[in-house]
């Protein structure tokens, strides 16, 4: 397991790093002599391990999921867990249900909690719409673009919402909404975590709270 990323605020800046300094790397000041105005704090990761999820849509770099990374260049692959966290996606091959291999993945919940009687269906749904002849490779051909693992989740997604009475989702919005925040996000995370490792620092000025700070020294 990689270590969390922590945060702490200090003088005008916010200090990203992976172990809390000795010393502050704006000002210099000592951090072990001196109370943080804050305690520091562990970002959350933004990966889940697919498997310990229920009824999420998944999405990892495709090929080789554990070595790959979210880096903008790799595709993505898409799949959907069900209540056990068995992981249902779409391959060149049909539908493959997996019980390992997306254990660091971007989730995204599709089903609250308190809906019991989705919650009691889902993987009945989700094996129903599994054996579609959509998805069977004797019907019907992979094909990158069109109809791929993505195609797999949206019309699977489009299933419940339908049997909830509710509008289907265009494949814009479903990127739109459910994908893009999440990888961009991630994005984000490990830029951030590549420049600690290599440079044990990442400062961000506060704009906020500079009175505070400056009730002592002058
Ligand atoms: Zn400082």
Not at 78 to 93: D, F, H
Not at 204 to 209: I, K, L, N, P, Q
Request: with cysteine.
């Amino acid at each position: 397991m990689d270590p969390p990323v922590i945060r702490l605020a200090h003088c005008q800046v916010q200090v990203f790093c992976l172990q809390v300094p000795g010393a502050c790397p704006s000002c210099g000041e000592d951090l072990r002599e001196r109370r943080l105005q804050e305690a520091p704090v562990s970002l959350p990761s933004p990966f889940s391990n697919a498997h310990k999820t229920s009824c999420c849509l998944l999405v990892a770099p495709a090929h080789n999921n554990t070595t790959s990374e979210f880096d903008g260049t790799s595709d993505l692959h898409t799949g959907i867990s069900n209540t056990e966290g068995v992981v249902y996606n779409y391959t060149r091959a049909g539908v493959v249900r997996e019980l390992s291999g997306w254990e660091r993945c971007v989730s995204v919940p599709l089903v609250r909690p308190d809906m019991f009687h989705l919650l009691n269906q889902w993987d009945q749904y989700l094996q129903n719409h599994s054996e579609g002849p959509s998805w069977d490779p004797t019907w019907h051909r992979f094909d990158e673009q069109h109809h791929n693992c993505l195609s797999f989740c949206l019309s699977f997604v489009n299933r419940v919402l339908a049997a909830e009475g509710r509008e289907a989702l265009s494949r814009e919005t479903f990127t739109q909404i459910f994908i893009l925040p999440r990888v961009q996000r991630v994005q984000k995370y490990l830029f951030l975590y590549k420049h600690l490792q290599t440079h044990q620092y990442y400062l961000v000025d506060r704009e906020e709270d500079r009175e505070e700070d400056t009730q002592e020294g002058i």
